[in-house]
């Protein structure tokens, strides 16, 4: 499929900037990317429709919102944070038996060195990106599988018995507070265009939502310039993410201009995944990104280990789907004769098995 290989480029564009819109306000860490106050969407119409189109106008021009969720409590991430960083700061060969690579590592533990970013297994994206972007802007060059562990939870019933007696608890009050605020601006964002409402949301019921945290050993003599995560896309819908303790995570807008992505504390960043730029027909492209070591994240870790705390770097993740026996196709405006041949019919289950193949995440390897 030829827009599985496209890096972020397009015409340069600016990002919009809305003053005087009721519940956008400046970012003061990350300029690129405005907040967006759902409090004023869950207030209802019409209040919200202005705040609806720059919302995705945002997602149209930079793969990614940063969004305030007054739901969403912050304890509930630092609790998460918490219980992550203990559970990766366990001995390798106690995290071993959590491994399932006979269900595509969807459910429980992925070991470091096993997913292959998506630009070494189509090196077309890479070229592309050396060919295209500014050197400022360029993505840095994996030279291997990642360097990080993840854990897949399956947002729903918890296991019986666990070492971690807190785990379901605090696993599904994170998971499920995300998964209602992506649901919160799909639905803002059909609304800005001018789609129904549950143009989105719809598709989502049932879909194999999960929360996916990662986790980087910092305490393995990290490297300025050491790639956690090298330069991909999300293969799913939305992608929302609390604030992590460590810095390091770089995402190209469309006009192809890599940013540092920094999160306000209370706020929460999405970013579009395949299965949107799909629905969209490219209007919204999957946003490419990577996890890189900066001076930053070794400040970081040095604060951490003089406070005695694990030097584990989490990110607290939740990957929202569409569900497995719905039709990706370009919806309502978007379905464009040219959008149509781009995406065509494909049933996400397939699309999703076929992406879990080109990162090294199931049985069978993808051929590009």
């Not at 533990?109 to 096993?114: I, L, R, S, V, Y």
């Not at 049932?206 to 980087?216: N, R």
């Not at 006009?255 to 999160?263: D, L, P, Q, Y």
């Not at 978007?334 to 781009?342: H, L, N, S, V």
């Amino acid at each position: 499929m030829r827009h599985a290989q496209m890096a972020p480029h397009s015409p340069p564009s600016s990002l919009p900037h809305p003053h005087g819109i009721r519940g956008v306000e400046a970012n003061p860490l990350c300029p690129d990317l405005p907040i967006f106050d759902l409090g004023v969407y869950l207030a209802g119409p019409p209040a919200c429709q202005p705040l609806c189109e720059a919302l995705a106008a945002c997602l149209h021009t930079a793969s990614a919102v940063v969004v305030r969720d007054p739901r969403v409590d912050e304890g509930a991430s630092e609790a998460f944070l918490d219980l992550m960083e203990a559970y990766f700061d366990q001995p390798r060969e106690a995290k071993l038996p959590d491994v399932r690579p006979d269900l595509a590592y969807q459910v429980g533990a992925t070991p470091d060195g096993t997913e292959r970013p998506r630009c070494l297994a189509d090196s077309a994206i890479l070229r592309r990106a050396e060919a295209e972007l500014g050197e400022a802007d360029r993505p840095t060059p994996p030279q291997g599988p990642d360097s990080k562990w993840r854990f897949f939870w399956r947002l729903g019933e918890r296991p019986a018995q666990t070492r971690f007696q807190e785990w379901g608890r605090v696993m599904d009050r994170w998971g499920t507070g995300l998964l209602a605020t992506i649901a919160c601006v799909a639905e803002a964002a059909a609304r800005g265009w001018r789609l129904p409402p549950d143009a989105f949301t719809a598709r989502m019921a049932l879909g194999p939502h999960l929360l996916a945290p990662t986790g980087v050993d910092l305490g393995r003599a990290p490297r300025e310039g050491d790639v956690y995560a090298g330069y991909h896309y999300d293969l799913n819908f939305l992608t929302a993410h609390g604030a992590a303790r460590y810095p390091g995570l770089h995402a190209w807008l469309r006009c192809g201009r890599r940013v540092a992505v920094r999160i306000p504390r209370g706020c929460l960043l999405l970013q579009a995944g395949k299965q949107m730029e799909w629905l969209t027909g490219g209007h919204v492209r999957a946003g490419f990104h990577e996890v890189v070591c900066t001076r930053g994240t070794l400040e970081a870790a040095q604060r951490a280990q003089r406070e005695g705390r694990p030097l584990w770097r989490v990110s607290s993740t939740v990957f929202s789907q569409i569900g497995s026996d719905c039709l990706l196709r370009p919806l309502g405006p978007f379905a464009t004769e040219a959008a149509c041949a781009a995406y065509p019919d494909t049933l996400c289950g397939e699309q999703v098995k076929a992406e879990l193949a080109a990162i090294n995440l199931s049985g069978t390897s993808a051929q590009d």
